[in-house]
DNA sequence: CGTAAGCCCTCCTCCAAGGTAAGAGTCAAG
DNA sequence: CTTGACTCTTACCTTGGAGGAGGGCTTACG
């Protein structure tokens, strides 16, 4: 089956002008030309159309978009590359939205932000480096960072509390960036969580810990204490401890 | 405090060349310049600045930004306007990772993927269906085309969509406002909605539908539809409607 | 058969949003 | 007072197309 160009305009929702500009730069060719000049296209020109089109969404430059086909003419190694990046792009944006949310929060305060927040999410070598190893590490582990704790209020005395705040804030901060109930990071943050609170001896197992969640929503003291760190939070806990439990 | 443009270029992650840019089309104008023309910038224009660049990642020119930001001089309405838009991208990001999901499936078989959803997500029309209707009216508003909507879809559909976006609302400000998920006026909200979509010929009861409102929860576009009205939304709608069909 | 409506072609110019480079002034430290 | 880092303006270049002119196909209809 063969398409002339406006059909492929139509198919991949690029202009006409699009696909003879490709043409020309020898990015994408027809599979054929009639008499007439005109270019007919296949399913294999559909395939590396689609292709382009990945990459120009990943702002690569035409000109690199040429060789990153060249260079990898597998598709499926194409693709699956182009999904890591696609992926990374939308961590990217997702620190974006919490930016805008960070500033929408000061604006509503009539604060000023800080300089380098205000920023977040558009400078990519400076939010990395911004991260200390700790800092990196919480924010592989839980999505967030974490402002710097000190040294000395991790005595063993308040060890619990701290983490236990750190669970809820990370938890909170996985609600807010819309991490699924059943997300990795966030079975490993109950995990560990349930790990602390076993060290503490506590007597506790994913189960008891599900039913405690779901207790949490139905008593108001508790159910206050999370809804006033996030709305939702009570109600996200118990789903995720649910199906943490359930997946056990 | 004012900063120089080497300073400001490294805060926001821009070229200085972007921002001579910026001052000679009047899109960002330093607070003061000095003798010798060195432009010097304040904190008004750091926060115009990301402005500028929250409208600019969402592919307005700096002639739409311009008109944008002079319309709409109240930052905390922008930011909100913005963070929707963003909102909406990061959606199409999803089904494009999707896509890709798809295809990486197919070339995995061999399979020759179908035309239409070889290009799902690019397709502009798909997409700004998935933008509300603030988001359209901005869009609109700054130079971005909308697709048509057909006039046969509006009338059936419309009676059954504004009813949900109703419930919705209800259900979001229920949870807003810390009701609890058993409480009397959500369940008669509950009770209301399944007689409506029973009325529509859906065939539903409150089970089904707390499965249904389960699947939600593990759904990325349901989830994500009901977790960008209100964070937590999707949760407290699964609880509720499980507590609903339990006392049934 | 002619012709009109859609297609399609090439070639040309134009646009935004900067990048690059040249040539020169400015500033702070030593 | 010199040196190096910083800044300015001006002018031209680049990318990824958009728009339009002018002119061929193709096909359906009378």
């Known amino acids: ?23 020309k730069i020898g990015l994408l060719k027809p599979c054929k ?30 000109e690199d978009i040429k060789k990153a086909l060249k260079d990898e003419p597998s598709r499926l190694e194409c693709l699956t590359n182009q999904h890591e990046l696609l992926m990374a792009r939308k961590q990217r944006l997702e620190r974006l939205v919490k930016t805008i949310e960070d500033s929408i929060v000061h604006a509503k305060k009539g604060e000023v932000m800080d300089k380098s927040k205000m920023f977040n999410g558009f400078n990519k070598e400076e939010w990395e480096n911004a991260l200390s190893e700790q800092g990196k590490y919480l924010k592989e582990k839980y999505g967030y960072t974490m402002p710097k704790v000190k040294e000395h209020q991790v005595d063993n005395l308040n060890e619990q509390a701290t983490e236990a705040k ?41 189960q008891s810990f599900a039913a405690q969640a779901k207790f949490f929503v139905e008593d108001d003291f508790h159910r206050n204490m999370l809804e006033n760190e996030q709305i939702g939070l009570s109600y996200y806990l118990c789903i995720a401890a649910e199906l943490y439990a359930a997946s056990n």
Chains 1, 2 share one sequence.
């Not at 089956?1 to 043409?23: C, D, N, P, R, S």
């Open 33 to 62: 030309i009639t008499n007439a000049g005109y270019r007919l296209y296949g399913s294999t020109e559909l395939e590396q159309l689609q292709q382009i089109l990945f990459y120009r969404e990943l702002d690569f430059s035409l």
């Open 166 to 206: 750190q669970f809820i804030c990370g938890i909170s901060n996985a609600l807010k960036n819309g991490w699924k109930a059943d997300d990795e990071r966030i079975q490993q943050m109950l995990e560990n969580h349930i790990l602390c609170l076993k060290n503490h001896s506590h007597n506790i197992n994913a």
């Open 1 to 23: 089956m063969q398409y002339t160009v406006k059909e492929v305009a139509k198919f991949a929702g690029v202009t006409i002008k699009t696909l003879h500009h490709y043409h």
